[in-house]
């Protein structure tokens, strides 16, 4: 009976052997030349489709700007020191550091809705018609026939969108808004590309990459150039408030000083024989001019030194933005070559053939 029972027991193991494995795969190998055919077919398919596909593909160009962007992150400097003198004339001229942008913000400035929308808004000459950029994105994307078949997209137009400084006639709609937006995300993941190359130097890399050359140049020169314009005069909007203010004050001062001269000459020519016993009637009011006169030019004095002093702390506190390199035609262009399409095409659907062989022969082995 303990002999039957033994024999009955089946060892409960269900680890492969390394020799197991070899003849294991040995006989997937042997399937496989078995179905060579179905293989050769497999590939031969894949390179036809690889090839269709590097045919028909379009290339993408790429335009890009390089610049170096100088700003002074060190605070006001020498002339911190000098900035109590404005507080006389209650008047900030700045030159305490900081700011709204430091360091790698402006990098999320270029990707932001605002400045990308603004560039597609933007009307410029695109090879003799003036058109707005978005026009032309809508055009080589051929968005209009497939909106063919909604007339209310198919209708819409974005040169009444309102937009930062534009004069438009017509408020945003909410499908405007919307269309804008989704186009905005696009140009964000899929063409515009900011980056710093090396992280310890100040020169950033601006790509636009797309199928539409003349898209790529344009839009790229068009974002610099709002993202720049608009962080520059952020990084002085300060500064340049304080010298308007200070100038306007130093214009009143002056007026008023003037005035305070004229009226003390005025004293003098309106009583020219005055009797010497009735002195009061000159010295008073020529002496109260001659005051107010001499007072205004105090503070005259002060004004005008911390009205230069702003104007030397706005030339601080400009970001200095030097452009290395800029797109020019021919823009650099990818293109998938069409052996290299064959080549990818063949080796996917060779492998995906292989794969589905084996998977096949596997499950035919566990139901039967």
């Known amino acids: 009976m303990t002999t039957d029972s033994q024999q009955n027991i089946k060892p409960d193991n269900d680890e492969i052997s390394l020799k197991e494995l070899i003849i ?6 042997r399937y496989l030349l078995s179905k060579w055919i179905i293989i050769l077919i497999f590939v031969l398919l894949g390179g036809a489709l690889g090839f269709y596909y ?5 290339p993408v160009y790429t335009a890009a700007t390089t610049f170096v962007l100088e700003d002074d992150k060190t605070g006001g400097g020498g002339l911190s020191s000098l900035a109590g003198l404005a507080s006389m004339a209650g ?3 700045g030159g305490g550091g900081g700011g709204i942008f430091q360091g790698d913000n402006i990098l999320a400035l270029y990707k932001s809705r605002s400045m990308i929308e603004k560039t597609l808004l933007t009307k410029v000459d695109l090879e003799g018609k003036k ?3 978005i ?9 209009r026939k497939k909106w063919d078949e909604m007339p209310v997209l198919k209708a819409i137009q974005f040169s009444a969108i309102q937009t930062l400084g ?4 017509g408020p945003n709609t909410r499908l405007q808004d919307s269309i804008m937006g989704t186009i905005v995300d696009d140009v964000n993941k899929n063409y515009l590309n900011v980056s710093k190359p090396d992280k310890k130097l100040s020169i950033i890399s601006v790509e636009v990459k797309a199928v539409d050359e003349v898209f790529a140049k344009v839009f790229n020169e068009e974002i610099v150039k709002n993202v720049n314009d608009f962080y520059v005069q952020t990084k002085t909007k300060k500064s340049l408030n304080n010298i308007a203010i200070l100038k306007q004050k130093t ?18 020519d309106a009583t020219p024989n005055l009797n010497p016993t009735k002195q009061v009637q000159r010295v008073a009011p020529a002496q109260k001019a001659q005051f107010s006169a001499e007072t205004n030019k105090a503070i005259l004095s002060t004004l005008v030194q911390n009205l230069e002093l702003s104007k030397m702390n706005l030339m601080k506190e400009a970001p200095l933005i030097q452009v290395i390199d800029q797109p020019i035609f021919p ?17 996917l659907f060779g492998f995906l053939s292989v794969i589905f062989l084996l998977v096949k022969k596997i499950f035919t082995g566990i139901m039967y």
């Open 91 to 93: 008047v900030d001229i």
């Open 24 to 29: 294991k795969i040995q006989e997937w190998w």
């Open 135 to 143: 026009d032309r994105y809508i055009e080589f994307n051929n968005l």
């Open 251 to 268: 214009d009143s001062v002056r007026v008023v000083m003037n005035g305070a001269i004229y009226s003390a000459v005025a004293v003098a």
């Open 331 to 347: 823009l650099k262009k990818e293109k998938l070559g069409k052996a290299k399409g064959i080549i990818i095409g063949g080796l």
């Open 54 to 58: 590097a045919y028909n593909k379009k």
């Open 131 to 133: 058109e707005l950029l």
């Open 166 to 169: 534009s004069e438009i006639a």
